[in-house]
């Protein structure tokens, strides 16, 4: 009696890792290069936006380490511990959207807004400033030598601001009086950066409130 073909009842083994037949060369070949080419491109690209509110999730997860979350697994919060513990986490670094300037930009403009106004109606040339600042205490310095630029006016220095023609390269050849640049553009550009940077601050945890922002009251 003619036997039939013998059917085996273990399924086919999946390749092994390590197996040097699983995969054919090109295919390993792929697995090598697209990971490396995805991290050549995060790290080309990394430097052009700040830490996003997905990332700051990551970041308090690093910082309270479990066994389980939610919605990703314990991995992921210890690579977010271990990143912190590398390379640290600076609010000159944040944005509050990933197309607008850092925080330590904003404070450097809303410091030069003022300088450059002040000299501008004038019909003087401002000094500038490196913009190098990469600390909250470089920061705090240059808010106060800001402060000492403009303390060093005199009224009568500002006899004749109100009919200064002032311009820009930015403006292409277009001018204004000295009056109409300083209530037109430098007070509300100075605001609109100075409140930007408290927002960013606001937005990453910073306890700050109206009256931080307001300042002290000249009450009578």
């Not at 083994?13 to 991290?39: S, Y």
């Not at 500002?158 to 050849?173: A, I, L, N």
Request: hydrophobic letters at 40%; glycine letters at 8%.
């Amino acid at each position: 009696m003619l036997e039939g073909p013998r059917v085996s009842g273990q399924a086919p083994t999946a390749p092994r890792f390590g197996d040097e037949e699983a995969l054919p060369p090109l295919d390993r070949l792929a697995t090598l290069v697209l990971p490396l080419l995805a991290l050549l491109f995060h790290l080309s690209t990394a430097q052009r936006y700040g830490v996003f509110r997905d990332e700051l999730y990551y970041v308090a997860c690093g910082e309270h380490l479990d066994f389980g979350y939610v919605d990703h697994p314990p991995f992921v919060a210890l690579v977010a511990r271990l990143a912190h513990m590398l390379f640290g986490t600076s609010l000159l670094g944040l944005r509050l959207f990933p197309d607008q300037l850092p925080f330590a930009r904003q404070v450097q403009i809303a410091c030069d807004t003022p300088k450059l106004a002040v000299y501008r109606i004038t019909g003087r040339e401002a000094p500038s400033h490196a913009d190098t600042e990469k600390t909250i205490p470089e920061l705090r310095a240059r808010i106060e030598t800001t402060l000492g630029i403009l303390d060093a006016f005199q009224p009568k220095d500002f006899e004749k601001s109100s009919t200064q023609v002032v311009s820009q390269p930015r403006w292409e050849g277009k001018t204004m009086t000295g009056g109409d640049y300083f209530m037109e553009h430098a007070v509300p550009n100075f605001f609109f950066h100075v409140v930007t940077a408290y927002a960013i601050l606001r937005h990453n945890g910073v306890e700050l409130g109206k009256s931080d922002y307001l300042g002290k009251l000249s009450f009578r």
